[in-house]
């Protein structure tokens, strides 16, 4: 190469940088692919195609960096090294691509394809912190290894602009590494390279908070390493003890996460409280897991001091995204705040992994494929036999053909279904905008509302005061959002106009002094054949149905219509018997009437009715028995307007299966109380705990437990016990 091209410092640095490239390529590189690879940079270098950019980076060293740090988190990939190291001459159009698919095969060729469609999108740099962006940058790059290489790059862009001498590019550089490239490494199971741009994002953008969090934090590796590992010695033991299986483990929090708390909670560094943080893994069954995370909460709670303000409890409801966790904040040794998180094996790879683990202990199919395909790539990064890099050229990225991505003149992206029309976009903007629009430009060329978009496009909306939706725009349009407007506003001026015609019939029946019965009413609308109220009037406002012969109609089932009603009882309504395969009802469990067997029933959750309780049967519309407390206000409400549906219901003999009950317990915020009422829950027999919710406020706690007991008398004698417990006010079972 000419060494006039770099400066002494580069020159310094890209001899390095290559003997380091040829040592870690000589497996996978020949020495052919070499030599062309360093003729054809050579040339572009003289021919000023290999040129600094205009901010003064060297792209030969970048490459070079970026090829390097590529080997050192994946391993030497002859393909992907040789894409990144030519990349630049075919931008810049010294390379044809059909020569890179004659001389170094399709595979680089289309490597090199897929980066060149993704610089283009830079142009819509307002998106890029956009989620839409993230994606459509993956529909356009076709072949995983593209992005790889695209987020190694930026990483080495990262540590090449400290003092950079254009703050503006500093920024702008920095905040797309943390809006795009970092959470694209996340995703990716890239989280060493996730971590760093993070870091430096904030250095560039925050350097005095940076210098000033790093400052703070500034101790010996091992002095943190005793730390924690003081902290964590005596919980071991007392988690050991009280026989939970378990793994704990401990960090310094990262300086970006810092920052992060400092921001959210509008604090100096000094206010943080949890500079480290103490992670508590329970090995458990799913129906204990809660149980036992409360279990560890209280061990940890009566050995070190909590800070209530800061507790967060996600188990009882857990974050919107699946996150479930329990959050203490605790004084530690030498004075110092430290955070523990308490979740089990199950809530911990969903906070690892998230959405994607959520749906597979849930049992839900993903909306989006993305999570489970990122997780596929990261399995395949870790258990590749040929090397990652060889496995991965096989990943497609056709995860979005079902999605349309588009653009607002000024930038901003939207995401829709494969098929959105134009007019989806406008309802997909806004409403009143859909409901005017009377069709749009797309690149600049007039389009009608039924054309279909392309991902890519840029839409303008065209309206007009005097458009309204109509009934036909529900034969094309896709999105659930654009459906439902148009069928809103369509019925709501169908509305108007059956309220002209209801109008218009009751001023004919108080013409002819005839009072409506409902009944015979509705019969009537049922007999001239509509299905809905609105449907009917809207034919008599029409005119497509005559005022008169409604009447007559009306009139003629009045007269018809002259039996008495038979007054029903229970003995008159046909029962639904219990399914032949339904084991989960036995005979013997309720006696219902005059001693029927195998009546299907279920016990309301509105008021919980356990064996020894006073119940009343309430047969309902599908003949099924709704059991209740005698006491509950849902069966006084029913009984009150059917009182004909209520049935004689009593126990049974004793069965073996559980209730559930809701336990409402008020107490002092004592330490260890908690831990004491999961221990009298815990030692009865036949009884178990199966969630704890707990709130406390000036001293005082509430919670809700809920439980499954076998029957009433075991019940109160739990409660009983409950009540001997110092601290706790009073235990009332809970109404819901």
């Known amino acids: 190469m000419e060494m006039e091209y770099f400066n002494d410092e580069e020159k310094v640095l890209v001899i390095s940088q290559c003997k380091a490239l040829l040592k870690s390529v000589k497996d996978v590189v020949s020495s052919e692919d070499i030599n062309r690879v360093h003729k054809i940079i050579k040339e572009g270098i003289e021919q000023k195609h290999y040129a600094r950019d205009k901010y003064g980076i060297n792209p030969t060293t970048r490459n070079l960096a970026t090829a390097l740090t590529l080997i050192e988190s994946f391993g030497a990939d002859r393909n992907m090294i040789i894409a990144i190291l030519l990349y630049n001459l075919c931008k810049s159009e010294f390379i044809p691509e059909d020569y890179i698919q004659r001389e170094f095969g399709s595979d680089i060729a289309k490597l090199i394809k897929g980066l060149l469609q993704v610089s283009r999108l830079y142009k819509k740099s307002s998106a890029l912190a956009s989620e839409n962006y993230h994606k459509l940058l993956l529909t356009f790059a076709e072949d995983i290894r593209v992005i790889i290489i695209m987020t190694v790059d930026r990483l080495c862009v990262m540590r090449m602009i400290n003092h950079h001498p254009n703050t503006r590019f500093v920024n702008d550089i920095s905040n797309e590494s943390r809006y795009l490239y970092a959470p694209l490494a996340h995703r990716l199971g890239l989280y060493k390279i996730k971590s760093e741009l993070e870091d430096l994002s904030l250095k560039y953008t925050h350097r005095d908070v940076f210098t000033q969090i790093a400052h703070k934090l500034n101790q010996t590796k091992e002095k943190r390493e005793e730390y924690i590992a003081n902290f964590i010695a005596p919980v071991k033991e007392a ?38 943080a103490i992670r508590i893994i329970l090995d458990t069954e799913q129906e204990k897991e809660k149980t036992e995370c409360w279990v560890a909460y209280s ?18 409801i857990p974050k919107s995204n699946g996150y479930e966790s ?8 030498d004075n110092q705040w430290v955070e523990v998180q308490i979740r089990s094996k199950r809530m911990d790879e969903i906070a690892e992994r998230g959405l994607a683990a959520h749906w597979k202990y849930k049992g839900i199919k993903s909306e989006s494929n993305l999570d489970d395909w990122m997780n596929n790539v990261r399995d395949l990064l870790e258990t590749g036999n040929e090397g990652p890099t060889a496995l991965m050229k096989d990943v497609k990225m056709d995860i979005y053909d079902k999605e349309v991505f588009v653009f607002t003149p000024k930038g901003d992206l939207y995401k829709l279904p494969q098929g959105a029309s134009l007019l989806d976009f406008a309802f997909h903007i806004h409403s009143k905008l859909g409901c005017a629009c009377t069709g749009g430009k797309v690149n600049g060329k007039n389009q009608k509302i039924t054309y279909k978009l392309q991902s890519g496009d840029t839409i303008e909306i065209l309206t007009s005061a005097t458009q309204t939706p109509k009934p036909d725009w529900l034969n094309f349009v896709v999105t659930s959002k654009a459906r439902n407007k148009i069928k809103q506003s369509v019925n709501e001026m169908r509305a108007k106009t059956a ?6 019939l009751q001023r004919r029946f108080k013409n002819r ?3 409506v019965e409902e009944s015979v009413f509705m019969k009537t609308i049922r007999k001239l054949g509509y299905k809905t109220v609105t449907d009917f009037y809207t034919a008599i406002s029409n005119e497509t149905l005559n005022v008169n012969d409604v009447i007559d109609s009306y009139l003629d089932i009045y007269n018809k219509d002259s039996e008495t009603a038979v007054h029903e009882t229970a003995a008159n309504f046909v029962l639904q018997p219990v399914a ?21 029933y279920t016990l309301c959750k509105c008021c919980n009715p356990i064996f020894g309780d006073e119940v009343t049967g309430y047969i309902s519309s599908s003949g099924t028995i709704k059991v209740h407390r005698t006491g509950c206000n849902n069966l006084h409400h029913l009984l009150r307007k059917e009182p004909n549906r209520e049935i004689k219901t009593t126990w049974s ?7 559930a009950v809701t336990l ?52 109160n004698d739990l409660i009983k016990k409950i009540r001997t417990i110092k601290g706790v006010k009073d235990v009332q079972r809970s109404n819901n």
């Open 653 to 659: 003999g004793k069965i073996g299966s559980q209730f």
């Open 299 to 316: 061990i940890v709670t009566d050995m070190y001091k909590a800070n209530p303000a800061r507790l967060k409890d996600w188990l009882t």
């Open 580 to 600: 032949e395969k339904d084991d989960s009802k036995p005979n013997d469990i309720l006696v219902i009437g005059e001693n029927m067997k195998g009546i299907n």
């Open 499 to 504: 309220e002209y015609g209801k109008e218009l």
């Open 326 to 333: 329990l959050h203490i904040t605790v004084y530690g040794p």
């Open 513 to 515: 002094k005839i009072e």
């Open 664 to 715: 409402r317990i008020v107490g002092n915020d004592d330490i260890g109380i908690v831990t004491n009422i999961t221990s009298v829950i815990t030692k009865e027999k036949d009884t178990t705990l199966r969630n704890i919710s707990i709130d406390s406020h000036d001293g005082l706690f509430q919670g809700y437990l809920v439980i499954g007991v076998g029957d009433k008398t075991a019940l």
């Open 239 to 276: 988690l050991t003890k009280a026989g939970l299986k378990f793994d704990i483990k401990g960090r310094t929090k990262s300086i970006n996460s810092i920052y992060n708390k400092m921001v959210k909670q509008n604090a100096e560094v000094d206010d943080i409280f949890d500079l480290f």
